[in-house]
């Protein structure tokens, strides 16, 4: 494993696994099912993007697991690497308490438009391509913009995450997606990957996860709803507790 590029707000890593480990997760991929994104409740897949699979399962571990039997080796290095990087993830347990593990196909054709992993309490994302094979003309690179498009932009719909890309002075990065490359960068960054081209001879195989603090919105919520019934408990008015950004 070595550190082959940093960003900001990215690290490159290659030959993140050893040939045994990345044989048991490739196993574990092969006989994974998988159903069409497009439709799923991933919110960043467009309607233009091409039917990237999603594996059906996806598996969540907490900051202080460690390996849980049964998961692939992979798994706990993951979490390890993670809890190793708290310039990309924060401080574990207290910036993140969770993980997530999903395989993604995706085939020639098919693509994943501007994002930003932003929201919903998520601090990093990570991706580990587990594909045999990638030539430089096949496509699917990664492509990231190294800045924090997570604040409004002057003019531009917080949302609008290809627009900031479009608007911005910098020139995004692209990542091949090298066999046992692992990428990791900050919630909050643009990125999209690049249509896998028609004369692309395997799969884009990749593991990929999210990095996120449980559900900080329901904290607030049960937060303000505790304030609600101590005021009523007493008999004053209670105030409303704000919204976090993040
Ligand atoms: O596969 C990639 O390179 C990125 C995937 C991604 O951005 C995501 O699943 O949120
Ligand atoms: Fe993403």
Redesign the pocket.
Known sequence: MRITQRGERFTVVDDFLDDEELAELRGVAERSAFSDAVNST?S?IQAEDGAARRGRRTVVRGATDGRTAGDPAAYARILRLVADEPATFGVPGEDWDKTGF?F?N?PAGSR?GW?S?AGGGRQG?Y?L?LHTEWRASWG?E?LLLDEDASKPRDGLDPADVAGWVRDSDRVPVA?L?RPNRL?YLRAGTP???NRVDPTAGLV?T?L?G?VWKKLPESVTESRASFRRLLGALDGSAAPEAGRGTS
């Open positions: 991933v960043v999903t993604w995706y994943l994002h992993d994302s991706i391509f699917g990664t990542v997606p990428l990125h999209q990957v884009r990749s990929t999210h």
